[in-house]
């Protein structure tokens, strides 16, 4: 067993310039961007997470449902804020 298991955390979708760094992408055409955000699980447990939007920005908008592993967000897909289980949300105060 791993000592992180992923896990199902929601967060509202960091606001755009907000990311903490930004690197080139493997084309060298376009940047990636890093950013810290606060995430909830369903019974409101609050860790940071590590983000990376690859080739944008976050736009800010909505939510976002994200399978964490450790301090790192393997995969995140946009969601409504009604989608985050009440816990989460309360957890966050967004």
Known sequence: MLP??????????PEPGSHA???ADA????ANYVYLVDA???RGDVRELQLIFFGRESDGEGWLEIEAH?????RYR?????????AARG????
């Open 27 to 30: 084309t060298g055409a376009g």
């Open 40 to 42: 909830a699980d369903d």
């Open 78 to 86: 946009a969601c409504n804020a009604a989608e985050a289980p009440a």
């Open 70 to 74: 450790g301090g790192s967000g393997v």
């Open 4 to 13: 992180n298991p992923e896990i199902t955390m929601w967060a509202p979708a």
């Open 91 to 94: 957890a966050l105060d967004r």
């Open 21 to 23: 760094s930004s690197y």
